[in-house]
């Protein structure tokens, strides 16, 4: 009883915990709007780009990003005109990198912004100027000069439950650090939430148990 008590106690502090935090990072800007450049996913990225084959939906010139790094905002009118020249020739894209960790992963994303361009399997990464010539140089032509790389493969699955499970303990970390009064309602919330799931699952053995012959 006490193993499934302290068990369902932690799974609470997790959810609530990263409920918090997330609820927190939402009053950042996201940069949505009226826009010719695709947003990507973690569940959407391979499917929409085929970045591992590249067979076919086209090139896709990606900004990794993060909504509070400065130039990525300074950078975003500029995404958005590249995305509206080049309509139909060259896919231009972003990736909001701290609601989509495993695709930052994938891609070993450090920096904010990094772009890559993604071309019949294989990445090249662009460090010229941030101006809408050179970036759409780089995207019809400039990356020929550059070697590349193959593109990563796609997170393992099981890889992807661990990143989950590690970055809602930190989110909780997070949010003790930030709120010390919130751990105080975390506790009695995730011994309720333990209690309650013990006599639901000891009601469900109950049921369960055989009833001796008379």
């Avoid at 990198?97 to 361009?117: E, M, Q």
Wanted: aromatic content about 12%.
């Amino acid at each position: 009883m006490t193993r499934l008590v302290f068990s369902s106690f932690i799974f609470s502090l997790l959810i609530l915990g990263t409920g918090f935090v997330s609820c927190e990072s939402s009053d950042e800007d996201d940069f949505s709007g009226p826009s010719s450049v695709v947003i990507l996913t973690d569940s959407s990225f391979e499917h929409d780009t085929q970045a591992s084959t590249g067979a076919t939906t086209g090139d896709w010139f990606v900004e990794f990003f993060a909504p509070w790094c400065g130039h990525c905002k300074s950078l975003a009118p500029i995404w958005d005109s590249l995305a509206s020249e080049l309509k139909g020739r060259i896919n231009i894209a972003k990736v909001d990198v701290t609601k989509n960790p495993n695709i930052a992963r994938r891609f070993d994303i450090k920096g904010y912004p990094t772009l890559k361009l993604l071309h019949q399997g294989r990445v090249y990464d662009y460090s010229g100027p941030r101006n809408k010539a050179s970036l759409q140089e780089f995207a019809l032509n400039g990356y020929k000069s550059l070697e590349g790389a193959a593109v990563p493969p796609p997170i393992a699955y099981m890889e992807i439950i661990w990143d989950s499970f590690k970055n809602s303990l930190n989110d909780v970390k997070l949010l003790l650090l930030r709120k010390p009064e919130a751990s105080l309602i975390l506790f009695f919330v995730g011994v309720f939430a333990g209690v309650l799931g013990s006599v639901l699952l000891f009601n469900l053995f109950l049921d369960r148990a055989p009833v001796p012959a008379p």
